[in-house]
């Protein structure tokens, strides 16, 4: 098994932005190991001859067609919003990012 350990778990959830708990950090550094084993078991697998696919059924888009309609103009669609700047949507700053 795979040796993951919990400070190796805090370390991937700080750059993830996750906050985990000391229990959690704890079982899931264990439980990495497994993953990481099922993961090594699926890379060992001889796939020569199998077609990569993101679907295991084919897939097709049904869509309309794109027609241009009329649509708001800025005024209108800023005309309920709390706050506006710049003919935009003004919102609160996230995630501790600059201006």
Not at 23 to 44: H, K, N
Request: aromatic residues 4%; glycine residues 6%; negative net charge.
């Amino acid at each position: 098994m795979s040796s993951f350990s919990r400070d190796d778990v805090a370390k991937l959830a700080g750059l993830a932005r996750i906050e985990m708990t000391e229990a959690e950090l704890v079982e899931l550094s264990s439980q990495f190991g497994l993953i990481l084993d099922a993961v090594a078991r699926v890379q060992e697998m001889d796939l020569s001859g199998v077609k990569a696919t993101s679907h295991p059924q084919p897939l097709e888009n049904i869509a309309r067609p794109d027609v241009v309609l009329p649509s708001l103009s800025p005024e209108d669609a800023l005309s309920g919003a709390p706050a506006q700047e710049e003919s935009r949507f003004r919102v609160p700053q996230i995630l501790g990012e600059a201006e």
